[in-house]
């Protein structure tokens, strides 16, 4: 069983990345998924997360209007459209399958974690 985030490097202020979180050894589109970041210095934050049906999505205060979040469950992954790229938003990010994703209040609940991916916001 394991999740593999990928997709992050250097990008200029402005810029756009998509992160992929697949999954491995268990099938993911039975599983609410989350997106967290860590900065430097900083605590893991929930950014983003999506849920199995219905579908919940939540996005954080800070990214709304400029990430987006989806699903292919026929590559059973994860995305994170990461657009209009700021400084702030330089961190190691993670994904992981969680319990459940509300609309107001985010990620609960975490299960598997994948290894983290570096994104370097930058000119």
């Known amino acids: 069983v394991q999740l593999q985030a990928s997709g992050g490097g250097l990008v200029q202020p402005g810029g756009s990345l998509r992160l992929s979180c697949a999954a491995s050894?268990?099938?993911?589109?039975?599983?609410?998924v989350g997106w967290f970041r860590e900065a430097p210095g900083k605590e893991r934050e929930g950014v983003s997360c999506i849920s199995a049906s219905q579908p919940n999505i939540y996005y954080t205060s800070f990214v709304k209007g400029r990430f987006i979040i989806s699903r292919d469950n026929a590559k059973n992954t994860v995305y994170l459209q990461m657009n209009s790229l700021k400084p702030e938003d330089t961190a190691v990010y993670y994904c992981?399958?969680?319990?459940?994703?509300?609309?107001?209040?985010?990620?609960?609940?975490?299960?598997?974690w994948g290894q983290g991916t570096l994104v370097t916001v930058s000119s």
């Open positions: 992981a399958t969680i319990g459940f994703c509300s609309a107001k209040s985010g990620p609960s609940g975490f299960g598997y």
């Open positions: 050894g268990f099938t993911l589109d039975d599983n609410a």
